[in-house]
């Protein structure tokens, strides 16, 4: 009898997960998830590596993913510990034949695989899956990762052009009740990870749950009961409420939906309501998403580096009264100061602010841009390694930005918040 263990990662999800239809074809599946103590300690930085936010966000997904998991017979064990230290123990214990995951790359994720394998049985085979893209990297019009362009422009035009878009998974199947293992692990509290507990703040736009269940009901909100993707590409830079932008990011950076599945709604709404450049604006950010995934396979640990994948010496400072004033909202502008009072209070901030308070840090202050980036990395909700490397990269000028652009915060400010709706929420006193 042959027996797999699923190995979730940012991929917590059962619909349209190949990780999940691959181990799905063993005799006996379990499941693990483990809360990792270094994803909760201060990072190089100063910054608690995932700060509250995101923490909760994590909680409230792995429980809905134990939950579904049930229905299929899957138990899902859960431990606050480093993979490493137990994972090889469960596969010795529970005979564990294959272990299935997501595949990854940057150093921090793929050391952590590499020790798991290192300690492990010899006879145990590690499936790994790339299934966390748009375009498959089997796919996509590029012989070898050092073909991917530098610009982006470049290799969406490739990838529409030559890419035929892969069909989802059908759900998978429950296992015979027999299947399930006894568990004694839990999932721990926010208390257990070192935080202590708290209520969203009511002007946060996005005051949503995590799990799969929860973006499966917003893409039905933001789809098909609001039918609000037909605005998309106009309203996308908004600043206030909940339903300016798509707010898939977060259930995406943790894997609880697949790009798949927004890509086939998004063909479904085009289908069935209309297909307009917004629809499509959708699809172009995922993209972009994608885009950022090859940049860092391509350049691997340079994304993290001072002088970026450009290579370019610039002379950065590292002032700690100037980090104070941009994380409290305490600068020379008031547009900058809202977006990072906004972000502190709720760990989410807009599309247009972040590209604002980034250009604001690295290109204004001029300041170390990993700084900006190590600190988004800690508070966002839906930090996704990548795109947050990637896009600081751009925004600093060491990254894909052929044009090197600098924002100008007032006129943006003026642009996108002209009767100071946004910035009287953030910075006027409140009683909250």
């Known amino acids: 009898m042959k027996t797999s263990i699923i190995w979730f990662g940012n991929n917590l999800r059962v619909k349209d997960n190949g990780v999940v239809q691959g181990a799905m074809q063993a005799d006996r599946v379990l499941a693990v998830y483990f809360f990792d103590p270094r994803q909760f300690q201060i990072n190089p930085?100063?910054?608690?590596?995932?700060?509250?936010?995101?923490?909760?966000?994590?909680?409230?997904?792995?429980?809905?993913?134990?939950?579904?998991?049930?229905?299929?017979?899957?138990?899902?064990?859960?431990?606050?510990?480093?993979p490493e230290d137990k994972l090889p123990e469960l596969i010795e214990s529970y005979n564990i034949d294959q272990v299935h995951l997501q595949?990854?790359?940057?150093?921090?994720?793929?050391?952590?695989?590499?020790?798991?394998?290192?300690?492990?049985?010899?006879?145990?085979?590690?499936?790994?899956?790339?299934?966390?893209?748009?375009?498959?990297?089997?796919?996509?019009?590029?012989?070898?990762?050092?073909?991917i362009p530098q610009v982006f422009t470049v290799f969406r035009k490739k990838c529409e052009k030559y890419v035929s878009m892969r069909p989802c998974f059908s759900n998978p199947i429950s296992k015979p009740i027999d299947n399930r293992v006894p568990s004694n692990t839990k999932i721990p509290t926010l208390e257990d990870l070192g935080y202590s507990n708290f209520e969203t703040d009511h002007r946060s736009a996005f005051p949503f749950k995590g799990?799969?269940?929860?973006?499966?009901?917003?893409?039905?909100?933001?789809?098909?009961?609001t039918k609000k993707l037909a605005y998309y590409k106009k309203t996308r830079?908004?600043?206030?409420?909940?339903?300016?932008?798509?707010?898939?990011?977060?259930?995406?950076?943790?894997?609880?939906?697949?790009?798949?599945?927004?890509?086939?709604?998004?063909?479904?709404?085009?289908?069935?309501?209309?297909?307009?450049?917004?629809?499509?604006?959708?699809?172009?950010?995922?993209?972009?998403r994608d885009y950022f995934k090859y940049v860092s396979q391509k350049h691997g640990n340079q994304i993290f580096k001072i002088d970026g994948i450009l290579e370019k010496d610039y002379d950065w400072d590292s002032?700690?009264?100037?980090?104070?004033?941009?994380?409290?909202?305490?600068?020379?502008d008031?547009?900058?100061?809202?977006?990072?009072?906004?972000?502190k209070q709720t760990g989410w901030m807009s599309n247009r602010g972040r590209q604002n308070v980034?250009?604001?840090?690295?290109?204004?202050?001029?300041?170390?841009?990993?700084?900006?980036a190590s600190y988004f990395e800690s508070i966002l909700i839906d930090y996704d390694v990548h795109s947050n490397w990637g896009n600081w990269m751009y925004n600093s000028g060491v990254g894909?930005?052929?044009?090197?652009?600098?924002?100008?915060?007032?006129?943006?400010?003026?642009?996108?918040?002209?009767?100071?709706?946004?910035?009287?929420?953030?910075l006027q006193p409140t009683l909250f």
């Open 400 to 426: 894909n930005d052929p044009r090197n652009r600098t924002f100008n915060t007032k006129s943006q400010a003026e642009r996108y918040d002209p009767d100071y709706k946004f910035r009287n929420r953030w």
């Open 237 to 288: 830079n908004g600043l206030l409420g909940t339903d300016y932008s798509s707010k898939l990011s977060a259930w995406l950076a943790n894997g609880s939906i697949s790009t798949r599945t927004i890509y086939w709604e998004v063909k479904r709404f085009e289908a069935e309501i209309t297909k307009n450049q917004d629809t499509y604006w959708l699809i172009f950010e995922l993209m972009w």
């Open 319 to 332: 002032d700690k009264t100037a980090l104070n004033e941009w994380v409290n909202g305490k600068t020379q």
């Open 45 to 82: 930085f100063g910054f608690k590596k995932t700060e509250r936010f995101r923490a909760k966000f994590l909680l409230e997904t792995v429980q809905q993913l134990k939950k579904n998991l049930e229905e299929l017979n899957i138990t899902l064990l859960v431990y606050h510990e480093k």
């Open 103 to 147: 595949n990854e790359w940057t150093s921090e994720e793929s050391d952590v695989i590499s020790e798991v394998q290192r300690r492990a049985a010899s006879t145990t085979m590690f499936h790994k899956y790339n299934d966390q893209f748009l375009f498959h990297p089997d796919d996509i019009p590029f012989d070898s990762m050092a073909q």
């Open 358 to 372: 980034a250009s604001y840090w690295s290109k204004h202050l001029q300041q170390d841009w990993r700084i900006g």
């Open 211 to 225: 799990g799969e269940d929860s973006a499966l009901q917003r893409i039905q909100h933001y789809f098909w009961d």
């Open 334 to 343: 008031n547009f900058v100061n809202a977006n990072m009072i906004e972000l």
